[in-house]
């Protein structure tokens, strides 16, 4: 990690400062309050997006693995929706947010915190390795990817929060290989977010896609659907 950016434990959690620029504001995972406490209780339920590209409406709480967790946004999303999430994360500093962000979750006395974010369990792995050493038996029904979107000069919320992932994060040079492996080892669907106009990743074209205003996202066959 860049030496401007240094973790910091404050009194009420573990958060991400740009020592270059403290004005910005820090970088920290909240699933208690917040836009994940507003997106849980207006976001929608299944009528979102993301959850009919999982298949939520074929399937009822599926296993996904979030194989780029980056701040679990999605998952706890996904979670809140009945899903067992897998998280995967493999930037170190990011992992230690997202941990902290889970126990802090887990210590509300919101009982229904308590159970969505006990359908979540993160893992500090490489989604590459993990998914190739994946036992055939522990397979999971959807594979859900989000590479890093490319750098944008936007809003200040969103260059604040892409500023961070790219310095201290950086690319994601193998997402291509990453959908490769995701096909192979999810039973259903992999669900790759895209930004609205990009190219398809892997120039790889999906069974289907569906796209709202800003994001989309590209649905591809698993194994047993294929089959």
């Known amino acids: 990690m860049p030496e401007r950016y240094q ?63 980056g ?49 979540m369990t993160l893992h500090h792995s490489d989604a590459y390795t993990w998914l190739q050493n994946l036992p055939t038996d522990a397979l999971p029904d959807v594979i859900y990817l989000d590479p890093m979107f490319p750098e944008r000069q936007k809003t200040a919320l969103v260059q604040k929060e892409m500023r961070f992932f790219h310095e201290v994060v950086g690319e994601d040079p193998d997402s291509d290989r990453l959908l490769d492996i995701a096909c192979q080892r999810a039973k259903y669907r992999v ?13 790889c074209k999906p069974a289907f896609v569906i796209a709202g205003k800003a994001v989309r996202y590209d649905v591809y066959l698993g194994k047993a659907t294929a089959q």
């Open 7 to 69: 973790l910091v434990q404050t009194p009420a959690r573990l958060e991400l400062h740009d020592t270059q620029d403290p004005k910005i504001g820090a970088v920290y995972v909240d699933f208690v309050e917040g836009k994940a406490q507003h997106r849980r209780l207006f976001g929608g339920g299944k009528g979102q997006d993301i959850a009919k590209a999982i298949g939520l409406h074929k399937r009822k709480n599926p296993h996904v693995i979030d194989a780029t967790a």
């Open 71 to 119: 701040l679990g946004r999605e998952s706890f999303v996904l979670a809140t929706l009945g899903c067992t999430v897998t998280l995967l994360e493999r930037s170190p500093t990011v992992h230690a947010l997202l941990a902290d962000g889970l126990t802090r979750a887990r210590a509300s006395d919101d009982s229904e915190i308590n159970a969505i974010v006990g359908r």
């Open 191 to 203: 669900v790759v977010k895209r930004p609205r106009h990009a190219p398809e990743l892997a120039g």
